[in-house]
């Protein structure tokens, strides 16, 4: 079945910033999980 190999592309979180949740109230996670040796993320603000 095709459910077996579906799986998210991207993770949104709520963004817990005071200043800046009413203008951006989510931020998407877009970096590859190959990178994750590194000690950042790339994130898009929504």
Do not use: G, H, W
């Not at 709520?14 to 970096?31: E, F, S, V």
């Amino acid at each position: 079945m095709i459910e077996e190999f579906l799986m998210a592309q991207f993770d949104v979180y709520c963004d817990t910033n005071q200043t800046a949740c009413d203008i951006y109230p989510y931020l998407m996670d877009i970096q590859n999980d190959l990178l994750s040796m590194l000690k950042t993320r790339v994130v898009i603000k929504k």
